[in-house]
């Protein structure tokens, strides 16, 4: 039986001809990240375990994004552990504030990970990189432990499901639209601990920003990685970015796929996903009138270039909503000195949108924008559980940038044709 794109990958870095699903591996790493929130617990395990040194100082990554710039004592604090280690032991992809970004918006920006390699990060988004062709996915603090020491990790080798693509997105349709959709069709326990395989014409189609944002996102269907072929686009995006050889892998025509789905990416609407499940999706034609409170557009999901453009095309010449705090995060520096050359930034200062340094705060519900008791939020975020972003009687709306920045000015859920 023939292998998946994930499989080829493990196998290639377990040292074996072959692997199947179901089979236990070690796996050797080319990538361990932790943030300021999983990082000190992971020091902590590493100083437990009596570990003496990291395996790597370039393959060992550390953003510190979650409170930062830090909120409070104990984010303060956390930082300082995070930092005096990365000097200890000479880490060199330390990122700490005026370098940083968002971490998963980061790593690719930086060309710290590439098509091919096998990537853990003590944070559940790190499945994000397999729209690079990789095989990367979230892990415990101490796995994360563990893996700096050794540059290895155990897996079990998962079963894959097939989503091939056909067709194109319409205007205003992007990404998050797609998985939103993907998602609200399987469940968010449809592709659990599944890798989920992008094929077909259809991904030629897609921006790396749109891959990027579907292969986050493949978590919240209960995946334990996405992944795409490697093809020009990949390439266009890795060129200038990624200096040191690396390998593509495709499926093999009998490879082994538990369930196997079409999408035709051109039916696709602008969709959002209601509280307090990723699943609970409804197309933006079949939604009343909601008034919101606050509008979040960035994160690891939606923070990159293409989002504040998006963003900026609905809001030019317009204004947000006097009842609606409209907050929009880019995701690294590099995003955000665009968003200036562009004129990104006076577009959402004069429409009444507060701009902020790179950050996770408001996702998590961390800072920068905490919900009370029975606001409405619409966020380019990844999670809308109970109590995600404040209050546990508040209410968060998963969508895309253009719903986000059309609901925005309307002051309640709104498609971006509604504002156009």
């Keep these: ?3 998946t794109m994930t499989q080829k990958i493990l196998a290639a870095h377990a040292g074996l001809d072959s692997v199947k699903a179901g089979q236990l591996i070690r796996a050797n790493l080319d990538m361990v990240l932790g943030n300021d929130i999983t990082s000190p617990v992971s020091i902590n395990e590493f100083e437990k375990a009596g570990f003496q040194n990291i395996f790597h100082k370039s393959k ?7 409170f930062t710039p830090n909120k409070d004592i104990k984010a303060a604090e956390q930082c300082m552990k995070c930092r005096t280690f990365a000097k200890k032991f000479g880490v060199e992809n330390f990122y700490d504030v005026g370098r940083m970004g968002i971490e998963h918006a980061l790593l690719p920006e930086k060309g710290l990970v590439a098509p091919g390699e096998c990537i853990i990060g ?3 988004h790190t499945c994000t990189y397999g729209a690079l062709g990789a095989f990367s996915t979230g892990v415990g603090s101490t796995d994360m432990a563990a893996g700096m020491a050794t540059g290895q990790a155990w897996f079990k080798v998962p079963e894959a499901i097939r989503f091939e693509l056909t067709g194109a997105l319409q205007e205003d349709v992007s990404g998050k639209d797609v998985i939103l959709h993907i998602i609200g069709m399987i469940g968010v326990d449809g592709a659990l601990y599944r890798s989920m395989e992008f094929v077909g014409e259809g991904v030629k189609t897609l921006s790396m920003d749109d891959r990027l944002c579907i292969c986050n996102m493949a978590i919240e269907a209960g995946g334990k990685n996405g992944i795409f072929p490697v093809d020009d686009v990949t390439k266009e995006y890795l060129n200038g970015r990624v200096d040191r050889a690396w390998t593509s892998y495709e499926a093999d025509p009998d490879a082994e796929y538990v369930e196997s789905y079409t999408i035709n990416l051109s039916e696709i609407k602008p969709t959002v996903a209601f509280p307090h499940l990723p699943e609970n999706t409804h197309t933006i ?8 409170q606050q509008v979040v557009i960035g994160s690891c999901t939606n923070g990159r270039l293409s989002d504040m453009a998006a963003a900026a095309k609905i809001l030019k010449g317009k204004q947000v909503h006097p009842d609606v705090r409209a907050i929009i995060i880019p995701a690294t520096q590099h995003i955000y000195k665009e968003c200036i050359r562009l004129g990104y930034a006076d577009i959402f200062i004069d429409a009444g949108c507060v701009l902020s340094t790179p950050t996770c705060g408001p996702c998590l519900g961390g800072h920068m924008g905490i919900l009370a008791a029975g606001e409405r939020c619409v966020s380019t975020t990844n999670r809308n559980f109970v109590g995600r972003m404040g209050h546990i009687t508040s209410e968060i709306y998963l969508a895309s940038p253009a719903v986000a920045a059309a609901s925005a ?9 509604e504002v156009q």
């Design 285 to 292: 034609d079949e939604i009343e009138d909601i008034p919101i």
């Design 1 to 3: 039986m023939g292998m």
């Design 60 to 66: 060992i990554a550390m953003v510190m994004d979650h």
């Design 409 to 417: 000015i309307t002051g309640k859920i709104s498609g971006p044709k």
């Design 122 to 124: 003590a944070d559940s």
